[in-house]
Structure formats: structure tokens, C-alpha cells
């Protein structure tokens, strides 16, 4: 499957949820043998999005594990951390490994609180940012209330990837709000989602389920054709690990 649509005009009247205009993707994976955990895949995707900034032509650029459109990718059971998992509490939602600045490259709208940061690093207080379809599960929301109020919620997954050093549950803050952006394609609804730190992701999902590989995203400055900004991808890539090629280069629309 293509990473993002590649015109507006092939999402006919549907809205996906995001600013495609301008947007350039490219995939890339760190080998496990030179990269032997999450904290060092961690750098190495933080040093090529921190290079693709400073290319002249990009204005924004980062990192994550599967953008718009791309298929809805891991799925995780995940429960509000007051309550007990059972059949009213769980909610399956899709699995995001993002970097500081993901929204922004990638045009989603960050609705309430804040991005994830430089700062949201392993042995922090774990953190997530979470889209609107998953804040309105875990406020158990009647329609129309405002899913905003889901920031400072905490949540947890019983699945067995996602426990600390102690085997306790991990727990994540919601520290902000995402727009929907569509995954399974243009007319398909949006399901919940939630986005973590590249640092404090678990490890069994990083290397098993995502086999370490990324999408760089890379936005272009207004009215710039975003398919230039090919060679700064390379080059970013290249700046962190001269061994590590990218592929599967894409425009996210005209």
C-alpha cells in the first residue's frame, strides 16, 4: 500500500484529515544488529529527522512508524488506567512510534495540549498523544462532548510488550489531542489511535512488529514542489548512517 494519496482529487469530497499539500515520505529501517535497542533506534531516527531540518526547503520533518493512509498497522487493546479491563473498558486502538514534530510535518492537526518532545526519552514519565476517536473512548463520551478533556487522562495496555523492567503495566499520560487522520483509506473511518515517543516505545513492537523500519516526512516550504526534497532525504539519512538507504520516496499530494 502507498504511504499517503498522492493528489487531493483522489480523496473525491472526503476529508482525511490531514494537509497532504507539500509533504514528502520516505521509508528507511535501522538494522538491529547495529542499532541493538529501542534507545539507540531512537537517536538514529531523532539524527536523520533533526538533518532533514536543516535541509534548505524543509520546513518541518520527522519521524514515525506508519502515516495516513497506510493501513491501521499494530493494533493494542488499551483500557484507562482507573479502570479494570472488561468489555465496556477496552478499547483496540492503532499503534503510532512518532518523533518531535510528526504533526507538523505530516499536516495532522494537534487539537489540545502538546506534541511529544525531545524530552519524552526512556526512564521518563511515559507519555502519549492520542486522536480525537480514541480521547472519546476513554472519556466513555456521550456523542458530541468534547474530546479534549482526554488530555491528563492516563491509560494503560495489558498486552504482554507493554510492561516495565517489574513486569508492572506501562502507563501513559495523555499530554495532547490529534485530529483523526484516516488510515484505511479515504472514505474509511478514522478508529482510535494514540502516537508514543520513539524513546519510550516498547521493544517488542519497535523490532518484532515494525521491523525497525520508519517513515522520514518531510514538509516542503508553500508552493515548492515537496518531490525536490528527495535528494535532502538521502542526504539527511545519510548524515546519521552512510549504510542505510531510502526507499519507497513518495509525494503526499501536489
Do not use: H, K
Amino acid at each position: 500500500a502507498g504511504l499517503l494519496v498522492r493528489t487531493a482529487a483522489a480523496l473525491g469530497a472526503v476529508a482525511p484529515g490531514y494537509d497532504a499539500a507539500g509533504v514528502l515520505t520516505a521509508r528507511f529501517a535501522l538494522p538491529v544488529r547495529d542499532y541493538p535497542d529501542v534507545a539507540a533506534a531512537a537517536r538514529g531516527y531523532a539524527a536523520a529527522a533533526e538533518a532533514a531540518r536543516r535541509e534548505p526547503g524543509v520546513t518541518a520533518a520527522a519521524v514515525v512508524s506508519r502515516v495516513p493512509l497506510g493501513g491501521r498497522g499494530i493494533g493494542v487493546d488499551v483500557a484507562r488506567a482507573d479502570r479494570a479491563f472488561g468489555p465496556g473498558t477496552r478499547v483496540g486502538a492503532a499503534l503510532r512510534m512518532a518523533g518531535p514534530g510528526y504533526f507538523a510535518a505530516a499536516g495532522v492537526p494537534l487539537l489540545a495540549g502538546r506534541d511529544l518532545g525531545a524530552g519524552d526519552v526512556a526512564g521518563a514519565p511515559g507519555v502519549a498523544v492520542v486522536n480525537a476517536a480514541l480521547a472519546r473512548r476513554l472519556l466513555e463520551a456521550r456523542p458530541g462532548a468534547d474530546p479534549r478533556r482526554a488530555v491528563g487522562l492516563r491509560f494503560r495496555s495489558d498486552n504482554g510488550a507493554f510492561v516495565d523492567a517489574a513486569g508492572a503495566p506501562r502507563v501513559y499520560t495523555v499530554v495532547g489531542m490529534a485530529g483523526d487522520a484516516r488510515d484505511d483509506g479515504p472514505r474509511a473511518e478514522a478508529g482510535p489511535a494514540f502516537f508514543v515517543p520513539l524513546g519510550q516505545a516498547p521493544a517488542e513492537p519497535w523490532d518484532s512488529w515494525a521491523g525497525r523500519e520508519a517513515v522520514l516526512v518531510a514538509r516542503a516550504r508553500p508552493g515548492a514542489d515537496p518531490a525536490a526534497l528527495a535528494p535532502a532525504l538521502r542526504r539527511a539519512v545519510a548524515a546519521g548512517d552512510a549504510r542505510v538507504p531510502i526507499f519507497d520516496v513518495q509525494t503526499a499530494g501536489a
